[in-house]
């Protein structure tokens, strides 16, 4: 039976009856599914192989991110002079600072892998743990992929301890204003409870494009019994609106109750 209907489909698309599925469309769906497969294995793991498959891939990515970057910076790099013997501590790190912003693809790569990979291996451990994903656990893995990329690219002054705990806060602290800044941006608006029912009684009437005109008026859903022709006239609602708005109150055995109060 599945035989037949594949031939009908197939006959059916030769003669245009069906529309021409997309190349493109048909690889995104397959992406998608597999992605979804391999999350919903991964969260049937334990903690050790969850955190390890998700350090190894998180820090594939970046491999492949400095890499990239690399090439970009490898001409930057070779034009550093060497550095002289007689430099004092703080002038050999600047310039060991340098050397490794602006390495080679390898040396990006690693540096890259090392920074992502134990980013997302910390916030694993931390939601795991934790139960959830907040600011506290994405500056815990922010710190601790700041301080392994210190260690790792050399950076910093010749107190490496003092500097890998600066770097950690930095990473940290920068980490902490991106999270709080999104989470800011990502919750929708609250909704303004002073215009609730206000916004589903025009909503039924299909006068929802008027509502504008009632918070400008301040015509809050306390001030629908009072409501008057006069009132909504002074926020330029046209006659036919209004008189529908009117009609409605006087029909709403519950506005008609207040209004009498």
């Known amino acids: 039976m599945q035989e037949g209907k594949q031939g009908v489909m197939v006959v059916e698309a030769s003669k245009g009856l069906l529309p021409p599925q997309n190349p493109i469309t048909q690889i995104q769906l397959k992406f998608k599914e597999l992605e979804n497969g391999f999350r919903s294995w991964l969260a049937k793991q334990s ?53 490794a912003l602006s390495g080679g693809p390898l040396v990006q790569a690693r540096n890259f892998a090392v920074m992502t990979g134990v980013n997302a291996g910390i916030a694993c451990v931390m939601k795991r743990l934790r139960g959830k994903e907040d600011v506290q656990s994405s500056m815990a893995a922010a710190f601790g992929s700041g301080a392994m990329f210190a260690l790792v690219s050399g950076m910093g002054g010749p107190n490496q301890v003092a500097n890998v705990v600066s770097s950690g806060l930095f990473f940290a602290l920068v980490q ?66 209004r008189l529908l708005i009117l009609d409605h109150i006087q029909r709403d055995p519950e506005l008609r109750k207040r209004g009498r109060i």
């Open 47 to 99: 903690l050790p192989v969850e955190a390890a498959v998700v350090t190894a891939t998180s820090a594939a990515q970046g491999a492949a991110i400095g890499a990239f970057m690399g090439t970009l910076t490898n001409d930057a790099s070779s034009s550093f002079p060497p550095p002289q013997a007689n430099l004092n501590p703080q002038a050999m790190a600047s310039f060991k600072q340098a050397q």
């Open 176 to 241: 902490g204003g991106l999270f709080t800044l999104g989470q800011k941006f990502s919750q929708p608006p609250a909704e303004d409870v002073f215009y609730v029912k206000t916004r589903n009684f025009l909503a039924n009437l299909g006068l929802q494009n008027y509502e504008k005109n009632f918070r400008r008026g301040l015509l809050t859903d306390s001030t629908l019994p009072l409501l008057t022709d006069s009132a909504l006239r002074e926020v330029k609602i046209p006659p036919g609106p």
